[in-house]
């Protein structure tokens, strides 16, 4: 009998696998970005080398693309665990001092992303409203970045949190 036929959900692991396959995913979404930002700046660059105008508008896509390829790499970054961190102090510690700081430093910037994702309730219908010179492209979807980016970016510090503050209040065996 499978989990689907108990309706139980699979094991911890299973949801981990999920969870970082997702955020693989995420990785290869930003390398696909990363890889038309470049093909829109040669092909600028190979037609202004010919003496032809660029294409109108195609200068604006690297530009949009990018706030797009951070927070979505960032993400990507925040849930393997790849953001610098500066750790000797904190190493010196216990296992559950360092847990609080843990919890404490992660929650601090779990609170900026949550302003940011505020912030954005505001800020991403007024873009809409605007378009790009070039493209005619509404902004809403590149300011959009930033509450998207936000969101995956505040899961895997959830994540983060839930699993130190485990290890702080451990049953004993």
């Known amino acids: ?13 299973a949801r981990a696998d999920y969870w970082a396959r997702a955020y693989d995913w995420l990785g290869h979404v930003g390398g696909a970005i990363l890889a038309v930002m470049a093909a829109a700046v040669f092909l600028q660059v190979v037609l202004r080398f010919l ?23 960032g ?9 610098t961190v500066l750790d000797y102090f904190v190493n010196l510690c216990g296992v559950r001092m360092r847990a609080l700081i843990l919890v404490l430093t992660t929650g601090a910037g779990l609170g900026l992303f949550l302003y940011l994702i505020k912030l954005s309730l505001t800020l991403v219908p007024n ?15 590149v300011y959009a970045a930033v509450p998207v980016g936000a969101v995956l ?21």
Do not use: C
């Open 127 to 141: 873009a809409q409203l605007q378009t790009s010179a070039g493209l005619g492209l509404p902004l809403g979807y």
């Open 1 to 13: 009998m499978t989990d689907a036929d108990t309706g139980h959900s699979p094991d911890p692991a």
């Open 75 to 83: 993400a990507s970054a925040m849930q393997r665990g790849q953001h």
């Open 51 to 73: 003496g032809k105008s660029g294409i109108d508008g195609l200068e604006e896509v690297p530009r949009y693309l990018f706030i797009w390829l951070i927070m979505i790499g």
């Open 153 to 173: 970016i505040a899961l895997p510090m959830i994540r983060e949190i839930i699993s130190a503050l485990r290890r702080v209040w451990q049953k004993p065996s």
